[in-house]
């Protein structure tokens, strides 16, 4: 018998559903049809993680029905026992919410490096912009919402989304490049040269003094 059920919250799905929705149109200004498409699948995303968190435990009810008691868990109802990862290792109850934190905070990560991208990008006004963070990865502002992703993984992984996560990255991946042509065809040479000095996604491991930014 289980003790409780801490789901059904459909109100909350709705929130966090609208809130990260809201957060991703405004970090990202989706204008032409292919990027309101790929938001689109950011958008299933979310529904499916925040479903799986507040309304409707799919993950829990499959790996119920595939492995019964050997789950090891006793109340697999029980909100803090979706945090899986340390669920499914029996992990004290303070281990579960040490990894929804540490899930946070990778998310934090990705909400500040999307902001510090879309600031510079915001003032730009259309201008090429290599300094600040864009001297160190090219896509900061999909960078942060990898991040983001990862950071719901771990604080609330399931297997839709699991499946979902490399679809979603693959999509992305595809609107940096499909914008990276556009960038090439409008500012030439100067952002070719950028483009073979400063990775996609991920900054070089190299120190670079304050303020220091890609020469042209």
């Known amino acids: 018998m289980h003790l409780s059920y801490d789901y059904?919250?459909?109100?909350?799905?709705?929130?966090?559903?609208?809130?990260?929705?809201?957060?991703?149109?405004?970090?990202?200004?989706?204008?032409?049809?292919?990027e309101w498409r790929t938001l689109g699948v950011f958008a299933a995303f979310i529904v499916a993680l925040f479903t799986e968190m507040y309304g409707?435990?799919?993950?829990?009810?499959?790996?119920?029905?595939?492995?019964?008691?050997?789950?090891?868990?006793?109340d697999p109802f029980q909100h803090v026992n979706g945090h899986l990862l340390g669920t499914l290792f029996g992990a004290a109850e303070w281990i579960k919410l040490s990894v929804c934190l540490l899930g946070g905070f990778i998310m934090l990560m990705g909400l500040i490096i999307m902001q510090k991208g879309w600031k510079l990008i915001h003032a730009a006004k259309g201008e090429l912009v290599t300094d600040g963070i864009y001297a160190y990865m090219r896509h900061p502002q999909y960078s942060g919402l990898f991040l983001i992703t990862v950071g719901m993984l771990v604080q609330w992984p399931t297997?839709?989304?699991?499946?979902?996560?490399?679809?979603?990255?693959?999509?992305?991946?595809?609107l940096a490049k499909r914008e990276e042509r556009e960038a090439e065809a409008k500012f030439g040479e100067a952002y070719s040269l950028y483009k073979q000095q400063v990775p996609a996604f991920f900054p070089k491991l190299e120190i670079k003094n304050k303020g220091d930014s890609f020469k042209i």
């Open 159 to 174: 297997l839709i989304t699991l499946v979902m996560w490399p679809i979603l990255m693959y999509a992305y991946y595809r």
């Open 56 to 74: 409707f435990p799919l993950t829990i009810y499959v790996l119920l029905s595939l492995f019964g008691d050997k789950v090891g868990i006793a």
């Open 8 to 34: 059904g919250l459909w109100l909350m799905v709705l929130f966090n559903v609208l809130l990260f929705g809201a957060f991703a149109i405004g970090f990202l200004r989706p204008k032409k049809k292919y």
